[in-house]
Structures are given as structure tokens and as C-alpha cells.
């Protein structure tokens, strides 16, 4: 979470349910952002669910409430 790529990204998700990788708006090569994404899928805190050739993407908020209560809503009021 100390990467402002992956901030922007939790951003991006914060107000969106669900959103597909190209939808985040973000100014970097392809490789790059999914570096990004692979970061913070493995990191728990985003889900991402694959139909046909789209990835959506979304933040996995009741596994990070239970484990971390008000951790996300703090981080996404100070982006």
C-alpha cells in the first residue's frame, strides 16, 4: 500500500463495485500494471474474477474488515 500506483488503484475500485483492469485509468505499460494488480491480488486485498477474456476487479472488503477493522475505510478516506 505504500506504492502510489496501488493506492490510485484501491482508489479507482473504492468507488467503482467491480471494474475490469483497462478501466483503472492509469498511465502505465501494461506489464507494469500487472505487476500492480499481481501485487495486490496476492497481497489479499483484491479479488479478481476471470469470465472469457476479462479480469474484474474488486477489493475484497469483508475479508479485510474481519481481519483488519476500519483499516481500508481509513486508507481510502486519506487517498
Same mark, same amino acid.
Given at each position: 500500500?505504500?506504492?502510489p500506483i496501488r493506492l490510485q488503484i484501491i482508489? /479507482?475500485?473504492?468507488h467503482?463495485?467491480? /471494474? /475490469?483492469c483497462g478501466c483503472c485509468n492509469i498511465n502505465l505499460?501494461? $506489464?507494469a500494471l500487472s505487476h500492480h494488480f499481481k501485487i495486490l @491480488? *496476492? $497481497?489479499g486485498l483484491i479479488h479478481v @474474477?476471470? *469470465?472469457g477474456k476479462q @479480469?474484474?476487479? $474488486?477489493?475484497r472488503y469483508d475479508e479485510? *474488515?474481519?481481519r483488519f477493522p476500519g483499516l481500508l475505510s481509513t486508507i481510502i478516506k486519506s487517498i
Open positions: 500500500m505504500g506504492d482508489k /479507482t475500485l473504492a467503482q463495485c467491480e /471494474t /475490469t505499460p501494461k $506489464s @491480488r *496476492e $497481497s @474474477r476471470i *469470465e @479480469r474484474f476487479l $474488486s477489493i479485510l *474488515e474481519k
